[in-house]
């Protein structure tokens, strides 16, 4: 099956500054790659998620790379802000029909110090 | 309109006994899925309902748990005879049902087990 691998756990950064969070995945299959933004005490939700179709995805400050030969993707967070503090998840998943559950990392913690 | 919400929000309980987790998804979403999510870990994908297909319960972690959806909405995760290890919160996530579509968790439920 599916396995996600996320560095880094932990990421501090100073206020303004860029942060990159990498993932890698097992299954060459895997086609649908969201990220999901978990605050203290909240629930997880999607901040940005890429198809395999395309290699890279911006969302104003938020933006995600996709290497499918090398089964990796990234999320860039520039000019970052203190409410980027949380813990971030990247997924993967191949629905060969209908969806199917996500495989997530372990997670990164970001921390954006003003 | 609403999003998916999960009752109780907190549940201790004493080791050995039986303990039920309500999720309430999203209206109109056929995909259900519940997660488990341990202190400072990631999400681990427990059982996965689409429409009126049969659940992949290729995620539960042992006989102990199980998962009812009644009516193609409520879902019910039972756990069984709880142990100190099955402290964690679970969440509950419910999408759309079409492939790849994003999934929106509930705030979930924070299990301890004494």
């Known amino acids: 099956g599916e396995n996600v691998e996320q560095h880094p756990s932990t990421l501090s950064v100073q206020e303004g500054d860029s942060a990159v969070i990498k993932c890698t995945y097992s299954d060459s299959a895997s086609n649908y790659f969201p990220w999901y933004k978990q605050e203290l005490g909240k629930r997880p939700q999607l901040i940005i998620d890429i198809r395999s179709n395309v290699g890279e995805k911006k969302d104003q400050r938020i933006a995600v790379t996709l290497n499918k030969t090398a089964k990796h993707f990234s999320l860039h967070i520039t000019e970052t802000q203190p409410e980027d503090s949380a813990v971030y998840f990247c997924a993967a998943t191949h629905p060969f029909s209908g969806n199917t559950p996500l495989v997530f990392g372990k997670g990164t913690r970001l921390s954006v110090i003003a | 309109g609403a999003g998916v919400s999960q009752s109780p929000s907190n549940k201790v309980t004493e080791k050995g006994k039986d303990v039920e987790l309500r999720c309430d998804p999203i209206?109109?979403?056929?995909?259900l899925y519940w997660y488990r999510q341990s202190l400072g870990q990631g999400l681990e994908f427990l059982i996965y309902?689409?429409?009126?297909?049969?659940?992949?319960k290729s995620g539960l972690p042992s006989d102990r748990f199980s998962a009812e959806r009644t009516g193609g909405s409520v879902s019910t995760l039972t756990i069984q005879r709880t142990q100190q290890e099955d402290s964690a919160v679970y969440l509950c996530?419910?999408?759309?049902?079409?492939?790849?579509?994003?999934?929106?968790f509930g705030p979930g439920t924070r299990l301890t087990v004494l």
């Open positions: 996530a419910s999408s759309m049902g079409q492939k790849n579509n994003e999934q929106f």
């Open positions: 209206s109109g979403h056929t995909a």
């Open positions: 309902f689409q429409g009126n297909s049969a659940p992949d």
